[in-house]
């Protein structure tokens, strides 16, 4: 029952949130600057759920423990030779020995890709939002000048 819950705890919300998402693409509303924005909104929060999947990557916070449940060997030369990599914010590794990684292989091409397409958007909100101004103070310029 526990798994049942949990996972209508998760579908719910992210159903509205695709809903509230997906609405203005069908009815034509997706070229406000609104849209781009909540869209970026909507890649940061995957961007850190997906930091979170790979920080914590493993079957627990012992990286022994996780290498052997794996079935890797598990190198304490190796770690300790790079001990400064499983701390690292980007990119996230956190390595059993030379050959394998507990961090899945996606998840650094999905931060870069998440956070590039939220900049992305902000950009075009920006460009959208000057773009309605500059029109509204152009229309507001000629009907000056028309009185």
Known sequence: ????????????????????WVRPLLIGRWK???WFIGTAGFCVVAAAVT???GAFAG?????????????????SAYRSANWQEPSRLFPLHNRC?????????WINPALVLLLLLATTCVGVAVRLAVAARRTTKAERERVHRQR
Not at 1 to 20: C, D, R
Not at 97 to 105: G, I, R
């Open 32 to 34: 406000t600057p609104g």
């Open 51 to 53: 930091w979170f999947i």
């Open 1 to 20: 029952m526990g798994i049942v819950a949990s996972s209508l705890l998760i579908a719910v919300p992210a159903l509205l949130v695709l809903w509230l």
């Open 59 to 75: 079957t627990s916070l012992d990286p022994e423990e996780s290498c052997h449940t794996a079935g890797v060997v598990y190198d």
């Open 97 to 105: 020995n030379a050959t394998y990684d507990l961090v899945p292989v």
